[in-house]
């Protein structure tokens, strides 16, 4: 049966319920008679060892029901997935401030507050470390280093016309999602029950089993919908779940954690930062023959997915640029602080700002624009990226000369050179920022998804995938792919919660393959549904092979002809007749593969290419900068939802721009983390975000491999953002073109005020 009657829809279904105050969320869930609330007693030194912990004033308090440490864990006191490095509750030694030590359970979360400032704790100091560089130093490892090359770099870095060296630093980032971690578990007739604020329910469902010694088919992971999520929930929801799972188990009450802002500041997982060496050589025609980067990753105390962020690193390292000759290393360092964990672009956002700042040293020395070198090295079909993948249908080009045309940024930059000539005090300052972004898990393994699909008796449609609502669309996306399978209208399809029942061992929604790992799998299931109705047709009716039926407007068709059954009565007719309306649906990405002896293969269905140009203008007496238009070009595929995809760019650029301009994570060599709070730790509000965002749909093709051929939109405009590192960088320079190149991101007003009026290096 062949249904191409898309029906066109732009905008979240969830939108109304949001901004009625009716979305639920975890602590919005009615509770249980007798829930119990629970809060962890952290450790408040950076490294140590623990010589004695007392619980007996904590114990005393009135309401106080039960203090566990990790000597209470039914199971493996484990949280780690790719690296087993992480304790649920630690044990003789502490590794980072905020590092969970006991569970304190009681009626309220006030009382458990109370009692947990009660707590006593004799910690024997040890030193800390907090830089990657001195982690590598001293030996300090999560994982192996891993090292991707491509070429002959030595050769191609003699034979270079010019060359330029130095280091560059990104710093954390902390998540924001709106809804704090936290999870709430009911224990029922023995099985845990859990209501999770996570991306990856089976993450949930895994890591509890594991703590609490049973398989994973007693326990059982709910999740509506969370407040976001951009990778802090794609791993680091679990030990929250698998701690009040445990409570709950243990004390055959209902249990629920819900983290404070302050609590979720403090202990949980951010970007990671990086430090970072590189070498770029470029030929007399600025062709980039040679690269070469060293990247240090500060991956905190576990190994939580610095692992797989690390390789990502690698793999974006080249960003949107052919580099014939590349070799790139990476380091995965252990530190004190909290375990850093995934960010939407997950490592390839760290990656790119450090060949952007090789290229931005490179056209500062040679005294070109930055675009004429992008312009004589962007990716072309049939290029290879140094982890072995040909390039096909790449859209850099595209993007980067549609952008220059589209807003006419040769007469903006003429407009700059005169504004700045005539402005001592003001500066503007221009950046074009090209992003490629590979769209997989790049472990393949992961790279499958589930779903399942009801037709009720009536014709209503309940459907289920491992895809989590965050915000992102996920589930407006599956609700369209059914109606449009099914040629309904949005309204008869229901999406349900996801659930580790219906739909078993998903993988995260993360690397923005949410809606085509699983738009694709409920394609499958919808689709043997259908096989199954036009066979009834066919018998029924007595058509033959060459006549096509479609289903549209809640109708049968024939040969486009509009037949007297409406979707109602096909659904009965087929009911009578005892037909299977329910069906489970898989698919698994083709044709991707990685080895990583070799560090070579085909890790990614497809890229993502666009282009930004951003333009802001910095008061060089106090430092204090604005953008004043941020132009895009990007390339959608055909975009199943405008208002959505539209809706990630835009908040994925002002995401991206927070994080090189203002968010800042700052320790002290103690291991404390200073920005603790919203107050001191400023991520962008409406008053900083850009003047004016355009944001232009280049017309492709799409590919096969995203669903209905929309390219996933989540992770890579957060890429965008870097430019803006750059563009404040092209404005300090005309004001002071003698000012040092520093590549130490977040560019705050400070660092701006530094280098206005800074002396040469
Ligand atoms: N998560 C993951 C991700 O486990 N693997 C990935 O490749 C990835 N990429 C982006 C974001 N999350
Ligand atoms: Mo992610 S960084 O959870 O796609």
């Given at each position: 049966m062949n249904n191409n009657n898309p029906t066109p829809f732009s905008g979240n279904l969830d939108a109304v319920n949001h901004v009625r105050g009716q979305s639920i969320y975890v602590d919005d869930l009615p509770e249980y008679a007798g829930t119990l609330h629970a809060k962890v007693f952290y450790s408040p030194l950076a490294h140590g060892r623990i010589r004695r912990l007392d619980f007996e004033a904590a114990a005393q308090l009135?309401?106080?029901?039960r203090i566990f440490t990790y000597q209470d864990i039914p199971g493996e006191n484990q949280l780690g997935n790719i690296v087993p490095d992480e304790p649920l509750l630690a044990e003789e030694e502490v590794h980072y401030i905020g590092q969970p030590i006991a569970l304190i359970v009681a009626r309220s979360p006030e009382i458990a507050e109370q009692a947990r400032e009660r707590v006593q704790v004799d910690i024997e100091e040890l030193p800390p470390v907090t830089e990657p560089r001195e982690a590598f130093r001293q030996g300090l490892l999560l994982h192996e280093s891993r090292k991707f090359e491509m070429g002959d770099v030595e050769t191609a870095f003699a034979q270079c016309k010019y060359i330029f060296e130095g280091a560059a630093h990104t710093g954390g980032q902390e998540h924001v999602y709106l809804e704090p971690q936290g999870a709430y578990a009911v224990p029922r007739e023995g099985k845990a029950f859990i209501h999770s604020s996570t991306q990856g329910p089976t993450q949930v469902q895994r890591t509890a089993a594991r703590v609490l010694g049973v398989p994973m088919n007693q326990v059982e992971v709910d999740v509506t919908r969370i407040g976001g999520g951009f990778g802090g929930k794609e791993d680091q929801a679990s030990g929250w779940a698998a701690l009040v799972a445990m409570a709950a188990h243990l004390l055959k009450k209902p249990v629920k954690y819900i983290l404070s802002r302050h609590e979720d500041l403090l202990m949980t997982g951010k970007r990671h930062p990086y430090d970072s060496d590189y070498r770029i050589g470029l030929d007399e025609h600025l062709k980039i023959q040679a690269y070469e980067a060293v990247f240090y990753q500060n991956g905190g105390a576990a190994a939580d997915l610095s692992p797989a962020v690390l390789e990502r690193t690698l793999f974006h390292a080249t960003n949107s640029y052919y580099v014939p000759h590349a070799r790139l290393t990476a380091h995965c360092c252990r530190t004190n602080i909290v375990p850093s964990t995934a960010f939407r672009g997950f490592g390839g956002p760290q990656g790119m700002f450090v060949i952007e700042a090789a290229i931005h040293h490179a056209a500062s020395e040679l005294d070109v624009n930055p675009m004429e070198i992008q312009r004589q090295n962007l990716l072309q079909d049939g290029h290879i990226f140094p982890y072995g993948q040909v390039i096909r249908e790449s859209e850099a080009r595209n993007c980067w000369m549609e952008n220059i045309e589209r807003n006419n940024l040769r007469r903006l930059q003429e407009e700059i050179r005169l504004y700045n000539a005539s402005h001592p005090l003001s500066k503007k300052g221009l950046h074009l920022m090209p992003v490629c972004f590979g769209i997989s898990f790049t472990k393949t393994m992961m790279n499958h998804a589930r779903a399942l699909v009801h037709v009720y008796s009536d014709g209503s449609v309940g459907i289920s995938t491992g895809a989590v609502e965050m915000g992102q669309g996920a589930n407006t996306k599956m609700v369209q792919v059914a109606a449009r399978e099914f040629g309904l209208r949005l309204e008869q399809v229901k999406i349900e919660t996801t659930n580790t029942t219906r739909v078993a061992n998903t993988s995260p929604s993360?690397?923005?393959a949410t809606s085509d790992l699983n738009g694709k799998a409920l394609l499958d299931a919808c689709g043997q549904i259908r096989e199954r109705l036009e066979a009834l047709l066919r018998e029924e009716w007595g058509l033959g092979e060459q006549d096509a039926i479609q289903l549209r407007n809640n109708t049968v068709f024939v040969n486009g002809k509009e037949q007297d059954m409406s979707w109602e009565q096909l659904i009965q007719l087929a009911f009578f007749q005892r037909i299977n309306l329910s069906a489970k649906g898989h698919y698994a990405t083709p044709d991707i593969h990685f080895d990583k002896k070799k560090e070579?293969?085909?890790?990614?269905?497809y890229h993502v290419y666009g282009t930004a140009a951003l333009h802001c203008t910095v008061d060089c007496l106090r430092g204090i900068y604005s953008f004043d238009a941020v132009h895009i070009v990007h390339?959608?595929?055909?975009?199943?939802?405008k208002g959505i995809d539209l809706g990630q760019i835009e908040g994925g650029l002002v995401q991206g721009i927070g994080w090189m301009t203002m968010e800042n994570l700052q320790h002290t060599p103690e291991g404390k983390l200073l920005s603790q709070t919203l107050s001191n730790y400023k991520i962008p509000d409406i008053y900083s975000v850009p003047k004016e965002v355009s944001v232009h749909f280049l017309h492709t093709d799409g590919t096969e491999k995203a669903i209905y051929k929309?390219?996933?939109?989540?992770?890579?405009?957060?890429?965008?953002?870097?430019?803006a590192y750059f563009a404040l960088y092209d404005a300090i320079l005309a004001f002071n073109?003698?000012?040092?190149?520093l590549y130490h991101a977040p560019m705050t007003p400070e660092r701006v005020l530094g280098l206005l009026y800074a002396s040469p290096a």
């Open positions: 009135e309401g106080v029901i993360a690397a923005s070579k293969g085909h890790p990614f269905a390339d959608f595929g055909r975009s199943m939802n929309s390219k996933t939109t989540g992770e890579p405009p957060l890429m965008y953002g870097i430019g073109p003698e000012a040092p190149r």
